[in-house]
């Protein structure tokens, strides 16, 4: 059974920075290093917002307008592990973030998606 585990998230003041992991294990197709990724956010009362994505190899990432400049998504994968440096962050960064397999298109109930990590920027 795949499984995507985020970890990392936590309370930060605005201007702040926290680091996003994301473990994958279990997969039977393939592994973890075939499979582009993606971080997705979901913020109370909206709808999910894709953030960024990076293939399968990690030589090509992309990010939404929103956050390009400050995250920046790595991976490594002998470690199976998908990564997101958050810089600069600001109050409307707060947000579940969830890391899933994909590109910008993902979207819930298709591909493999972790459980979440709460981000909350507040000072």
């Known amino acids: 059974e795949v499984q995507l585990v985020e970890s990392g998230g936590g309370l930060v003041q605005p201007g702040g920075s926290l680091r996003l992991s994301c473990a994958g294990s279990?997969?039977?197709?393939?592994?973890?290093?075939?499979?582009?990724m993606s971080w997705v956010r979901q913020a109370p009362g909206k709808g999910p917002e894709w953030v960024s994505t990076?293939?399968?190899?990690?030589?090509?990432?992309y990010y939404a307008d929103s956050v390009k400049g400050r995250f920046t998504i790595s991976r490594d994968n002998a470690k199976n592990t998908l990564y997101l440096q958050m810089n600069s962050l600001k109050p409307e960064d707060t947000a579940v973030y969830y890391c899933?397999?994909?590109?910008?298109?993902?979207?819930?109930?298709?591909?493999?998606w972790g459980q979440g990590t709460q981000v909350t920027v507040s000072s």
């Open positions: 990076i293939n399968s190899g990690g030589g090509s990432t």
């Open positions: 279990g997969f039977t197709f393939g592994s973890f290093g075939y499979y582009d």
């Open positions: 899933a397999t994909g590109g910008p298109e993902v979207v819930p109930g298709e591909g493999y």
